[in-house]
């Protein structure tokens, strides 16, 4: 009899073991389970004001408002075709800086240098069409 009664005790004792290791691991899923729902619900508020923050940007980076506060805050104007160039002989050659010093490019290849693409300069009619252009572009202006 003795031995019922210790192999009864023995057998509650491991079920009530059981049913609070279940109460426990139930009781951590679910608040695990509620730490999970409030970073997906923060997720989401950030990804909305993510959203909200891009569509501004968008709005306040639009063109027209730029130019309309460069013209108002700035002084600045849009550029004519009269105050870029007027001839083509008012290009510059292109310029480099060598220790400190600016130096006009030579057009003509370097005799040590490897031989490369022949550079070729625009025609006496090239030149007067880019002219004529200009200046029918500052006839519209």
């Given at each position: 009899?003795?031995?019922?009664?210790?192999?009864?005790?023995?057998?509650?004792?491991?079920?009530?073991?059981?049913?609070?290791?279940?109460?426990?691991?139930?009781?951590?899923?679910?608040?695990?389970?509620?730490?999970?729902?409030?970073?997906?619900?923060?997720?989401?508020?950030?990804?909305?004001?993510?959203?909200?923050?891009?569509?501004?940007?968008?709005?306040?980076?639009?063109?027209?408002?730029?130019?309309?506060?460069?013209?108002?805050?700035?002084?600045?104007?849009?550029?004519?075709?009269?105050?870029?160039?007027s001839a083509?002989?008012?290009?510059?050659?292109?310029?480099?800086?060598?220790?400190?010093?600016?130096?006009?490019?030579?057009?003509?290849?370097?005799?040590?240098?490897?031989?490369?693409?022949?550079?070729?300069?625009?025609?006496?009619?090239?030149?007067?069409?880019?002219e004529?252009?200009?200046?029918?572009?500052?006839?519209?202006?």
């Amino acid at each position: 009899m003795r031995l019922f009664r210790i192999s009864n005790i023995l057998s509650f004792l491991v079920a009530t073991i059981c049913g609070v290791l279940l109460f426990w691991t139930s009781q951590a899923v679910q608040h695990k389970e509620d730490q999970l729902s409030e970073i997906r619900h923060k997720l989401t508020q950030e990804t909305e004001t993510i959203r909200v923050l891009s569509v501004e940007w968008d709005y306040l980076n639009r063109p027209q408002r730029l130019e309309q506060l460069a013209r108002d805050q700035l002084g600045m104007e849009q550029p004519s075709a009269k105050g870029v160039v007027s001839a083509a002989s008012q290009i510059p050659e292109p310029m480099f800086e060598e220790e400190g010093i600016m130096q006009s490019v030579s057009m003509e290849p370097a005799i040590h240098a490897a031989p490369k693409a022949e550079i070729v300069q625009p025609s006496k009619a090239e030149k007067q069409s880019f002219e004529t252009l200009i200046q029918n572009l500052s006839g519209e202006q």
